[in-house]
T-cell receptor
Framework: GDSVTQMEGPVTLSEEAFLTINCTYT??????LFWYVQYPGEGLQLLLK?????DKGSNKGFEATYRKETTSFHLEKGSVQVSDSAVYFC??????????????FGGGTRVLVKP | EAGVTQFPSHSVIEKGQTVTLRCDPI?????LYWYRRVMGKEIKFLLH????????ESGMPNNRFLAERTGGTYSTLKVQPAELEDSGVYFC????????????FGPGTRLTVL
């Protein structure tokens, strides 16, 4: 079945540091890939997505590129801020119609940015 | 436009009791999903409604869980009787037909079974 593996946290960084969160996946066919973020006390928010190979999703300074050859979708940000402290989830959605677009999530990575 | 709302935000119950969680999707969203995160593990899919019909309930853990979506609007998820391992955060998400790859999540209900 489908699965997503992402690096375990917590990841602790200083402000303005470079952030990378690794994410790899196993899926049938060509899934859509997502990064969701959960800020403290809030629900999940879609951060970015990519629907086909070599697509780059970007939002709020975060980027991730859909790499079919390495089955990866690593999240990066060049200069993090304290406000980026959150839990980040990598996820995929199978494009098989019978799957109904349900999301398969990784375990989440907690990121703490210190001033 | 209001987002996905869930009620209650937190519920603490004794083992063996019944709890009902509610989700109100974004207006006009026919797809409604339930997920849960148990013990800090992965967020796992529970089931998917299209309007009032259950499209996929392959993630429901056992028959102690019952989900309904009356009239294709809000949905409820009942756990009866609750067990200790049911503790976790239950998320609801909704999406439009034709844009099912973009799901909008509610804030979640934290369920604690003592």
């Amino acid at each position: 079945g489908d699965s997503v593996t992402q690096m375990e946290g917590p990841v602790t960084l200083s402000e303005e540091a470079f952030l990378t969160i690794n994410c790899t996946y196993t899926a049938t066919g060509y899934p859509s890939l997502f990064w969701y973020v959960q800020y403290p006390g809030e629900g999940l928010q879609l951060l970015l997505k990519a629907t086909k190979a070599d697509d780059k999703g970007s939002n709020k300074g975060f980027e991730a590129t859909y790499r079919k050859e390495t089955t990866s979708f690593h999240l990066e940000k060049g200069s993090v801020q304290v406000s980026d402290s959150a839990v980040y989830f990598c996820a995929l959605s199978s494009m098989i119609k019978a799957a109904g677009n349900k999301l398969t999530f990784g375990g989440g990575t907690r990121v703490l940015v210190k001033p | 436009e209001a987002g996905v709302t869930q009620f209650p935000s937190h519920s603490v119950i004794e083992k063996g009791q019944t709890v009902t969680l509610r989700c109100d999707p974004i207006s006009g969203h026919d797809n409604l999903y339930w997920y849960r995160r148990v013990m800090g593990k992965e967020i796992k899919f529970l089931l998917h409604f299209v309007k009032e019909s259950k499209q996929d309930e392959s993630g429901m853990p056992n028959n102690r869980f019952l989900a309904e979506r009356t009239g294709g609007t809000y949905s409820t998820l009942k756990v009866q009787p609750a067990e200790l391992e049911d503790s976790g955060v239950y998320f609801c998400a909704s999406s439009q037909v034709g844009r099912a790859d973009t799901q909008y999540f509610g804030p979640g209900t934290r369920l604690t079974v003592l």
